[in-house]
C-alpha cells in the first residue's frame, strides 16, 4: 500500500513538471511532413520561367532556356573566365536583389568550392524546368505554365482563335 503511494506521488509529480513545461510554452507546431508551401512560390516559379522565352510565344523550350541561362551565366561573370567567383557572386545576388527585392533567387554555390560554373549555375532552373515539364517534351507549354491558383485575371491565351464571324 505503501509502495503504492509513492508510485502514485512520484506520477503525479511527474505529470506535474510536465504540465509546468509544456503548457505555457506553446510554439507553432513543427511538422515535418505537412510543410505548407508559401502561397507565392508556384507564381513565382512560373514567372521565372516565362522568363527565359525568348521569342515571347508562351511556351519556353529547354533550348529557350539555356540560351538565356547561358547569357545570365556570361553578364554575371564579368571577368569572362568561365567561372562566377565570390566577387561576381555577390555583385550577381546584390543586381537580383535590387531587381526583384526578397522574391529574387540567389546563386548558390552548391559545392561550396567559391565558385560557379554553368553547370552550377543551371542547376537550379534545369530541375525546376524538369518538374514542370509534365509530359516531358523538352518544352513548358502554356497548360504546364498555368498558375495553380486563376489569381488576378493571368489567363493563358486558349480558346476562341476567332475565326468565326470572317472567312
Ligand atoms: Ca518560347
Ligand atoms: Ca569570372
Ligand atoms: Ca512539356
Same mark, same amino acid.
Given at each position: 500500500?505503501?509502495?503504492?503511494?509513492?508510485?502514485?506521488?512520484?506520477?503525479?509529480?511527474?505529470?506535474?513538471?510536465?504540465?509546468?513545461?509544456?503548457?505555457?510554452?506553446?510554439?507553432?507546431?513543427?511538422?515535418?511532413?505537412?510543410?505548407?508551401?508559401?502561397?507565392?512560390?508556384?507564381?513565382?516559379?512560373?514567372?521565372?520561367?516565362?522568363?527565359?522565352?525568348?521569342?515571347?510565344?508562351?511556351?519556353?523550350?529547354? =533550348? %529557350?532556356?539555356?540560351?538565356?541561362? &547561358?547569357?545570365? #551565366?556570361?553578364?554575371? *561573370?564579368?571577368?569572362? !573566365? @568561365?567561372?562566377?567567383?565570390?566577387?561576381?557572386?555577390?555583385?550577381?545576388?546584390?543586381?537580383?536583389?535590387?531587381?526583384?527585392?526578397?522574391?529574387?533567387?540567389?546563386?548558390?554555390?552548391?559545392?561550396?568550392?567559391?565558385?560557379?560554373?554553368? =553547370? %552550377?549555375?543551371?542547376?537550379?532552373? &534545369?530541375?525546376? #524546368?524538369?518538374?514542370? *515539364?509534365?509530359?516531358? !517534351? @523538352?518544352?513548358?507549354?502554356?497548360?504546364?505554365?498555368?498558375?495553380?491558383?486563376?489569381?488576378?485575371?493571368?489567363?493563358?491565351?486558349?480558346?476562341?482563335?476567332?475565326?468565326?464571324?470572317?472567312?
Amino acid at each position: 500500500m505503501r509502495s503504492f503511494l509513492r508510485i502514485f506521488a512520484v506520477a503525479a509529480a511527474i505529470v506535474v513538471v510536465a504540465t509546468a513545461c509544456g503548457g505555457p510554452r506553446r510554439g507553432p507546431p513543427v511538422g515535418m511532413m505537412g510543410f505548407p508551401q508559401p502561397p507565392g512560390e508556384p507564381e513565382q516559379n512560373v514567372r521565372f520561367m516565362l522568363s527565359f522565352d525568348g521569342n515571347s510565344d508562351g511556351t519556353v523550350t529547354r =533550348d %529557350e532556356m539555356e540560351a538565356a541561362l &547561358r547569357r545570365q #551565366f556570361d553578364a554575371a *561573370d564579368t571577368n569572362h !573566365d @568561365g567561372r562566377i567567383d565570390l566577387a561576381e557572386m555577390q555583385a550577381e545576388n546584390d543586381r537580383r536583389y535590387r531587381a526583384a527585392g526578397t522574391a529574387a533567387s540567389p546563386l548558390i554555390d552548391w559545392n561550396q568550392n567559391s565558385q560557379i560554373d554553368f =553547370d %552550377e549555375f543551371a542547376t537550379t532552373a &534545369r530541375s525546376m #524546368f524538369a518538374e514542370m *515539364d509534365k509530359d516531358k !517534351d @523538352g518544352k513548358l507549354a502554356p497548360d504546364e505554365l498555368r498558375l495553380p491558383r486563376p489569381g488576378r485575371g493571368f489567363v493563358p491565351m486558349m480558346g476562341e482563335p476567332g475565326r468565326g464571324p470572317r472567312r
